[in-house]
């Protein structure tokens, strides 16, 4: 079986398939992914999706010649049965996503069995994606069809690079929260290496979601998940410009559009051009025409309306009830301003063609585009380019995302009939001047940044983020370095080996009581076995306290630092460093007790040589602005002998001359060791990098710019670490 280096994953495929009195038919799709990803080397890639057809309507020779037939056009099928369509596409994708992206969230269902059906197809495609890729294959999926595959697939192929396109809206936060499953999708899309979406709104929206509801930050839209560096960017998808040029150059678009302006002579034409869906804001469009026909009288009978609605899904009450609301409102108005010579609305409740909807772009004087909520719109951009040389005023909704890269257009507020009405008036009265000017700067606009660059910016962006990841992943500790650090281990005479605690022993604990994060047996049983080998010195320096530390490890052979060096553990007795930090202590606690009072969640703990204001269990936007303002006033009542540091998830203050830096020295001046190995995961353990003799093993536990010569993913990672030196010194 071949496998690919680019895998496209859509829930459709760009051929639809129908079967009509036995006989399957193939209809090529001309829409914007197909001609956007014809840009893309075609020699060695494959497209993965849906062929459109129920595979209950199918029988075994069916599916081996839809196979075939699709192969042969450089597309693998994934059958969906009736029951998918319903559960997995009609249920979960469109009653339960699509309405809540698009913040119509009363219109939302969410079934069980919507959530199983939506598992189940994704891991289906999957399934048919790792069968056709290669381990480092290219592999872009998308849509909100499928936001659980990135991470199923990434569990199946680790090196493959993984981008992934959201073609809707991402709503805010305060949205997106309200989906029981929201966590799983974020999870699933942060299996992808490249995340895009059309406008950098619904780029913030995303990372606003993966902060408060999974915890991660973002670092200049980039996300760092599992030791992996996950980038989150805006790639607005454009039109073919030269598809939609040569339509309207066309002696039949040409016709049409002259034939169009003899029907209608002398009016004005407002076109409307959209699919069933409340997200369009068709209702909202149709009160504002009547409010300005309401408004400006001298326009009745000067100006026409032709309304143009494609059928869809018209089997859901919904949008039954959506198309009959419409055809009222259409009935209505029609019959408070029309006559027998005159109807101010030419209704259409039917899909056109292209070559049927460009010149009714083309006579168009007014453009209305008016979704209450679009992820881009691309018939404003279709309305710009068709128009060519003839003058003609686009009417954008704020809420598209379109209206970020055509700033010319009129801008409303879809919700605001008033404005719709005022805009129409407007584009009725502007000079013909400025109707080409702003259509030639749209059209520039819309020339310089085709669908084709949109597939190969976003192709391009994945290669640059994989570059950036490979560059991270240098100093990844791999097997073969982790061998060569056990036999110099095995071979030296004296050894040290200094351990952070927290974030490096031990994963961070939601509570800040020491009893938290007190380490298990395994832990437990494995310091006590580093600290017993041979001719081997174990420091554990750490930030934590040193009745915490004495409790854990008091009764290891381990030397014991606590509170970043303040005290240290000899010979069974601790001695402490010649500090007196009680006037600082004085001088910061009211503030600290101010900002507690102020911030629920917050806590204060006190250690001997040092005052730490915990907030990780702070909402995480107070977090933020409280800590900001916190290590402000903090920094401004100490002297320069103390320091404010900033941690994970908490503020500490402490005397400047007490760091692992200062510790490690005192060590290593100690002892003449020919091993040296220190791992650390913040700032603290920078220091300690530092101090350190050139051919140490310097290990940073986690992601962030280090002066580490190595890196490990995680906890999990170090201690396996650690493992491996006890195991590989037992088989001496």
Not at 704 to 719: I, N, Q
Request: net charge negative.
């Amino acid at each position: 079986m071949q496998k690919f280096s680019t895998v496209i994953v859509s829930n459709r495929l760009p051929v639809k398939v129908e079967k009509k009195d036995g006989k399957l038919n193939y209809i090529q799709s001309d829409g914007g992914l197909p001609t956007a990803l014809a840009s893309l080397d075609a020699t060695d890639r494959v497209w993965i999706g849906w062929p459109g057809i129920a595979n209950d309507d199918l029988t075994d020779e069916d599916r081996a010649d839809i196979t075939k037939e699709l192969e042969s056009r450089g597309c693998y099928p994934v059958f969906l049965s009736n029951d998918d369509v319903q559960l997995f596409y009609e249920g979960y994708a469109n009653d339960t996503l699509w309405p809540l992206f698009h913040y119509f969230q009363s219109y939302m269902i969410n079934r069980d069995e919507y959530w199983r059906s939506y598992s189940s197809v994704n891991r289906a495609y999957r399934d048919a994606t790792t069968k056709f890729a290669k381990p480092d294959a290219r592999i872009w999926i998308h849509d909100y069809h499928l936001m659980l595959l990135p991470g199923m697939v990434r569990a199946k192929l680790p090196q493959s690079v993984i981008g992934y396109f959201h073609h809707i809206p991402f709503p805010s936060y305060e949205v997106f929260r309200l989906l029981p499953e929201r966590k799983e999708l974020l999870e699933g899309l942060l299996g992808a290496d490249l995340i895009g979406f059309h406008i950098y709104d619904y780029a913030r929206h995303f990372l606003s979601s993966c902060l408060r509801l999974l915890g991660l930050t973002d670092d200049h839209g980039s996300v760092h998940v599992d030791g992996r560096m996950v980038s989150v960017d805006s790639f607005p998808i454009s039109i073919d410009y030269g598809r939609f040029v040569s339509m309207r150059e066309s002696p039949d678009a040409i016709a049409q559009h002259e034939s169009l302006l003899e029907t209608y002579q002398g009016q004005k034409i407002i076109f409307s051009e959209d699919r069933l869906d409340y997200s369009k804001g068709i209702p909202e469009r149709l009160e504002g025409y009547r409010r300005f026909l309401e408004d400006n009288p001298d326009y009745l009978g000067q100006v026409v309306l032709i309304m143009v609605v494609s059928p869809s899904r018209t089997g859901v009450e919904t949008y039954q009830q959506l198309q009959l609301q419409i055809e009222q409102l259409v009935s209505r108005i029609n019959g408070e301003f029309g006559t027998a010579e005159w109807m101010p609305i030419v209704y259409q409740f039917q899909t056109l063609t292209l070559e049927e909807i460009v010149p009714m772009f083309m006579a168009a004087d007014a453009m209305l585009v008016t979704p209450r909520r679009d992820g881009m719109n691309l018939v404003a951009k279709e309305y710009v380019v068709s128009k060519g040389d003839i003058p003609g005023v686009l009417i954008l909704s704020e809420m598209a995302g379109a209206i970020d890269e055509l700033p010319e257009a009129l801008a409303v507020n879809p919700n605001d009939t008033l404005a719709i009405a005022r805009a129409l008036r407007q584009s009725f009265t502007m000079s013909k001047k400025e109707q080409i000017e702003r259509l030639h700067a749209m059209q520039k606009r819309i020339k310089d940044h085709p669908v084709k660059r949109w597939g190969t910016d976003f192709m391009s962006e994945l290669e640059k983020v994989h570059e950036r990841q490979t560059e991270e992943a240098i100093l990844d500790l791999k097997n073969e370095q982790l061998e060569l650090l056990v036999d110099r281990f095995n071979h030296a005479k004296e050894r040290v080996i200094m351990l952070d605690y927290d974030g490096t022993l031990q994963t961070f604990k939601s509570s800040t009581a020491p009893s938290a994060a007190a380490p298990s047996a395994t832990l437990r049983k494995l310091i006590a076995s580093l600290a017993g080998l041979p001719h081997t010195r174990l420091c554990i320096i750490s930030g934590r306290s040193k009745d915490a530390l004495d409790s854990w490890f008091g009764d290891t052979d381990a030397q014991l630092i606590a509170e970043h060096g303040a005290w240290t553990k000899r010979h069974g007795e601790w001695h402490k460093r010649n500090i007196d930090f009680e006037p600082a202590r004085e001088a910061i606690q009211p503030i600290l007790d101010d900002y507690t009072s102020r911030t629920p969640g917050s806590t204060i703990e006190h250690k001997d040589f040092a005052s730490v204001w915990h907030y990780r269990n702070v909402p995480v936007d107070l977090a933020l602005v409280r800590a900001y303002n916190l290590r402000h006033e903090l920094r401004s009542v100490v002297d320069s002998d103390i320091a404010v540091h900033s941690g994970n998830k908490i503020i500490e203050v402490k005397p400047s001359s007490v760091t692992k830096q200062v510790a490690v020295e005192a060590i290593l001046g100690e002892y003449d060791a020919d091993f040296v190995l220190a791992a650390g995961d913040d700032y603290t353990d920078e220091g300690m990098f530092e101090a350190a003799p050139h051919d140490a093993y310097t290990i940073k536990v986690g992601l962030g710019e280090t002066a580490a010569s190595y890196r490990v993913a995680g906890v999990a990672s170090m201690l396996k670490v650690l493992q491996r030196i006890v195991e590989a010194d037992a088989r001496k």
